[in-house]
């Protein structure tokens, strides 16, 4: 049994792998500010005796005895991210800071989970780990892109001066269950919709792509990357390759909810990127032949269930 500390526990994926982790008989440290977290999605741990849940916010400095760390705090959808951007750059920042800290203080293993955002609106396709990104430093994206981007360096950095042993994951655009339903993300907000009737946003033309990944894949990739060969830190692309454009994601939500949804264009928001898909051919190689099983109509299928007894409840 190990004790392991998750940052952002009570977030969409935090809660996901503190569910597994704890499942494979592991004491788990669920550490969150519930800036954008729930005890929702936690609240069928709580009982559970090996899981304790911390109200702590991650640019403090925290003090724990752990054998590792999974570092997920960071507000994920632009819409939360943007709204004190600031407090974004201090999270990514300060807080890797705090929790590089306490690894080397407690010798932990912590994993970092980076985004694919580092690559920016990239101009390589698809984009594999060697890529070095196109990323605009004074826009509305920056504090989570450059953020995530600096908490890498310092990443790096206390593995190089301090030893820490480190891992980085860069996560690309995932979904599934416990999405905050007014999370802004793409995914969410036209499930949101087509159960709702109400009109599914496009913005811009929904020619720009995302390569979608499924909760679980992600989930599986990351525990497979902390548990990875000693020296082998990364950056390791995880995501789904499999790519669509927003109109696409439109009507395939539209034909699983059977919805009279209409779809609306609204202006396209500055600097998003026009197209992302990862490489995952070092997360194979590394990662035990992991890829995704799941894909885009299946992961739909099971986030519409979610969303759908969320409304049946009146929860949104
Ligand atoms: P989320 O917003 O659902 O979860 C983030 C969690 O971190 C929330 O519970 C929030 O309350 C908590 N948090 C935020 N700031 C904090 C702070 N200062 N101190 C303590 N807790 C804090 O987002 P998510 O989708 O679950 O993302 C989890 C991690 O994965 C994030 O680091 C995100 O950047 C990264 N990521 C996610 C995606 C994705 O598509 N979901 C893609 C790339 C990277
Ligand atoms: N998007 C959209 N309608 C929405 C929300 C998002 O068309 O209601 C688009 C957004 O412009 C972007 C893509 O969907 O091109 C993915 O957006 P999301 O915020 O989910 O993730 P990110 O841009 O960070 O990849």
Known sequence: MKRILITGGAGFVGSHLCERLLNEGNEIICLDNFFTGAKNNIEHLMDHHYFELVRHDITNSYMAEVDEIYNMACPASPVHYQYNPIKTVKTSVMGAINMLGLAKRVKAKILQASTSEV????TVHPQPESYWGNVNPIGLRSCYDEGKRCAETLFMDYHKENNVEIKIIRI??????RMHPQDGRVVSNFIVQALKGDPITVFGDGKQTRSFQY??????????MMNSRDGFIGP?????????????LAKEVIDLTNSK????????????????????????????????????REGLGKTIAYFDSLLKQKIF
């Not at 390791?236 to 696409?248: A, H, K, R, S």
């Not at 264009?265 to 990862?278: A, E, N, S």
């Open 119 to 122: 690559y920016g609106d990239p």
């Open 172 to 177: 690309f655009n995932t979904y599934g269950p």
């Open 215 to 224: 909760v679980d894949d992600l989930v599986e990739g990351t525990i497979r």
């Open 236 to 248: 390791v692309n995880i995501g789904n390759p499999n790519e669509f454009t927003m109109l696409q």
């Open 261 to 296: 949804s209409e779809i609306t264009f609204l202006p396209l928001p500055k600097d998003d990127p026009m197209q992302r898909q990862p490489d995952i051919s070092l997360a194979k190689k590394e990662l035990n032949n992991w890829e995704p099983k799941i894909q885009l």
